[in-house]
């Protein structure tokens, strides 16, 4: 046999080893670039679960809750905690934007000589850079809701966020004096 016919030349050998380092580099670019997306997907997922928890916990309140009276940029009501948070009784309670952060205040609620005790605020979520209350009265969506005795039929709240992260808006019917056969 020849020389020629017993190997590879190293011509070929050098062709070869370089033509598999360039599906190296394809293959880990493509795994680099899939786990980026990876991360990314569950990062938007725990916002996703972020807003949709707190926007439960505001519809929990809104639709239990009596004594509306609020603005375009904050409203007061009485009712109870969501039930996560494993809190009985009756409270005063409060949703408003500080500093880019959606705030429930609450605090027991107390109709006797008592002193009430200082609210605890409990940030809802951050990042928030404008909250919009609207409440249908009357026939038609106002900005404040100031007579307690009348409550409104419909509270609407809209949220946009600093990052541009988009926030349904909530539309709530609340639970008060509601006809007969529809209450739960």
């Given at each position: 046999?020849?020389?020629?016919?017993?190997g590879?030349?190293?011509?070929?050998?050098?062709?070869?080893?370089?033509?598999?380092?360039?599906?190296?580099?394809?293959?880990?670019?493509?795994?680099h670039?899939?786990?980026?997306?990876?991360?990314?997907q569950?990062?938007?997922?725990?916002?996703?679960g972020?807003i949709?928890?707190?926007?439960?916990?505001?519809?929990?309140?809104?639709?239990?809750a009596?004594d509306?009276?609020?603005?375009?940029?904050?409203f007061k009501c009485v009712?109870?905690?969501?039930?996560?948070?494993?809190?009985?009784?009756?409270?005063?309670?409060?949703?408003?934007?500080?500093?880019?952060r959606?705030?429930?205040?609450?605090?027991?609620?107390?109709?006797?000589?008592?002193?009430?005790?200082?609210?605890t605020d409990?940030?809802?979520?951050?990042?928030?850079?404008?909250l919009?209350?609207?409440?249908?009265?009357d026939?038609?969506?106002?900005?404040?809701?100031?007579?307690?005795?009348k409550?409104?039929?419909l509270?609407?709240?809209?949220?946009?966020?600093?990052?541009?992260?988009?926030?349904?808006?909530?539309?709530?019917?609340p639970?008060?004096?509601?006809?007969p056969?529809?209450?739960?």
């Amino acid at each position: 046999m020849s020389d020629r016919a017993r190997g590879f030349t190293l011509l070929e050998l050098l062709v070869v080893i370089l033509i598999l380092s360039m599906i190296v580099v394809a293959l880990s670019g493509g795994v680099h670039f899939a786990g980026r997306a990876w991360e990314t997907q569950e990062r938007q997922i725990d916002r996703s679960g972020d807003i949709g928890a707190v926007q439960g916990a505001i519809r929990e309140i809104v639709a239990s809750a009596r004594d509306f009276e609020g603005d375009d940029q904050s409203f007061k009501c009485v009712g109870q905690l969501p039930k996560g948070l494993d809190r009985g009784g009756l409270y005063d309670l409060g949703l408003h934007l500080t500093d880019g952060r959606l705030i429930l205040s609450w605090q027991p609620h107390f109709t006797g000589p008592e002193t009430p005790q200082t609210p605890t605020d409990t940030e809802l979520l951050k990042g928030v850079a404008t909250l919009q209350l609207g409440y249908f009265l009357d026939g038609n969506w106002q900005a404040e809701s100031k007579d307690k005795s009348k409550p409104p039929l419909l509270i609407r709240i809209s949220v946009a966020s600093e990052s541009g992260r988009p926030w349904p808006p909530l539309v709530i019917r609340p639970m008060v004096d509601m006809p007969p056969g529809m209450q739960r």
